[in-house]
């Protein structure tokens, strides 16, 4: 089993930044990759960005330049830096953990972008 917990989410104006953290424990060993999700009202949730422990980094077209991914494996912790940030980011954001045989996930954070 692995527990995700995340942090961060907050108000922001239009423009501003936001580092979301994602802390990971239980069986970590098991992780292949790491990934964070959104949801917005209404809508599905899709996909920010995923990172895989050989480094291969995938960023969703909308947060590209704006957000970046990076771990701090000493703490077992991966995090969102979010800059020049939008009233369309507006979401929960997910943290995600893909497993040998399962996926998991956080229970979110919430983040708003006013404008």
């Known amino acids: 089993q692995v527990q995700l917990v995340e942090s961060g989410g907050d108000l922001v104006q239009a423009g501003g930044s936001l580092r979301l953290s994602c802390a990971a424990s239980g069986s970590i060993f098991s992780i292949n990759a790491m990934g964070w999700y959104r949801q917005s009202p209404g809508k599905r949730r899709e996909l920010v960005v995923t990172?895989?422990?050989?480094?291969?980094?995938n960023y969703a077209d909308s947060v590209k330049g704006r957000f970046t991914i990076s771990r701090d494996n000493a703490k077992n912790t991966v995090y969102l830096q979010m800059n020049s940030l939008k009233p369309e980011d507006t979401a929960v954001y997910y943290c995600?953990?893909?497993?040998?045989?399962?996926?998991?996930w956080g229970q979110g954070t919430q983040v708003t972008v006013s404008s």
């Open positions: 990172n895989t422990s050989g480094g291969f980094t």
């Open positions: 995600a953990a893909y497993g040998s045989t399962r996926d998991y």
